[in-house]
């Protein structure tokens, strides 16, 4: 398990589990934080796995960078012949991908995922 943090407050966990990988990103996805994230999906990408879930359940902010970053991870997947799925996060996180009109661009899910 790999643990890297940024500002206080954020985290960027992964957690493999099986055959996928779970990313728990918890605080505030924003452009200063955003490359983090994209670097942990890229590397996971560049090892193989095939099935990777980002778990937004303890996200309290996300910005536009946020969701180019999740956007570009699913298209990066894609290419790759790899999964990529979003747990949703709370409302106020969900509320984002709406206002932008993004969120039929993420596979959302909700089940199978360990806290």
């Excluded at 407050?9 to 505030?28: A, K, S, Y």
């Excluded at 990777?52 to 969701?67: C, N, P, Q, T």
């Amino acid at each position: 398990m790999r643990q890297s943090t940024v500002p206080a407050g954020f985290l960027c966990d992964v957690q493999p589990d099986r055959d996928r990988v779970v990313v728990r990103v918890i605080g505030e996805l924003d452009v200063g934080v955003a490359p983090q994230v994209a670097e942990a999906v890229d590397e996971l990408l560049d090892v193989g796995f095939a099935r990777i879930v980002i778990d937004l359940r303890d996200l309290s902010f996300l910005d536009s960078a946020g969701v180019h970053t999740l956007v570009a991870a699913r298209r990066s997947a894609d290419r790759r012949g790899s999964a990529l799925s979003v747990v949703p996060g709370p409302r106020e996180v969900q509320r984002v991908f709406e206002l932008t009109a993004t969120g039929s661009l993420l596979a959302f899910e909700d089940e199978g995922v360990k806290a």
